[in-house]
């Protein structure tokens, strides 16, 4: 265990501390954990029980984060824990984000060995993943300051649902960030995730400036896949600004619900709205070639041919410029 970051004692003879990672602010009694099942209060202080205990570790490509616009096709060292700070109805990693650490095997891995191992296996970085990240906050934190000085980038994939003091103080040491924008709807977040839309809004407007970001939108059908919904959700990120890359991706039954995968046909509609104000879109949980292609934000020529994960760089230079016409599209 290590003593946690980001919290305060608001009743010290009822022994309860108020947790101020996250915008859930969980009062936690003695003895007791907050909402991510990852945080609690022993003595009148608050505790990570999850710091350096891995439950998931591989080398994957990169555009499963997915990352389209960083090092593409580029194997990434890449790590998960335990818990969550939503409860997605939804989720697919829902055995370890909706476990906790006395049910989910893990393993110890301090940050200086991540670090090494990334290192030993020539991973261009870390990333932090499979649940979510920033509950792992302690943890993501040390591993990141020790991964920079060693010249590695470091990357969140994350549902974004954090304070605004933490997430300042951890993003010097972020490279790339995949935020998870579940819906435009407050009302989908608050019934299907048990969290909310406006704080992830906020990551995504602070992060914009800090790292490299995209976005991820699972399209479930029914429920957040609307016209109306997908334009306002298009136009708001347009307006953080038109080279952000955005993910629609196709839903399948998992966890709690059963409703039928998405239709191809309402991915298709969704990525030709979001085309007319964004220059990068994309269909994940799909195998269509054409789907994820990289066209040219500028001169609109092919650069990045994918088939899942395999990619064939067509008119990308080692700098991430457009070959024909020298637009920075990706960076490496």
Known sequence: MKEALFYKLVDKDKGIIKCLLCPKGCLIKEGQVGFCRSRKNINNKLYSLI??????????????????????????????????????????????????????????????RAVQLALDNNSPGIAYTYSEPLIWYEYVLDTAIIAKKNNLKNILVTNGFINREPLLKLLPFIDAMNIDLKSFRNSFYQKYCKGSL??????????????HIEITNLLIPELNDREEEIKE????????????????SRYFPCYKMNIEATPISTLYKARD????????????NIWDEEANTTYCGNCKKILIKRTGYNIINLGLDKTGKCKYCGEQVARI
């Open 198 to 211: 406006s704080p992830v809004l906020q990551t995504i407007e602070i992060a914009k400036s800090y790292s």
């Open 273 to 284: 709205i979001a085309q007319k104000k964004l220059k990068y879109v994309y269909i994940g």
């Open 233 to 248: 959700l298009v136009n708001w990120l347009a307006s953080q600004g038109e080279n952000i890359p955005l993910h629609f």
């Open 51 to 112: 710091y350096s205990k891995v439950s998931s570790c591989g080398f994957d490509p990169i555009e499963k984060k997915p990352l389209y616009h960083f090092y593409p096709g580029t194997p990434v060292l890449s790590l998960g824990t335990v818990g969550c700070s939503f409860s997605c109805s939804f989720c697919q990693n829902w055995t370890i984000s909706q476990g906790s650490i006395e049910n989910v095997s893990v393993e110890e891995l301090s940050p200086e």
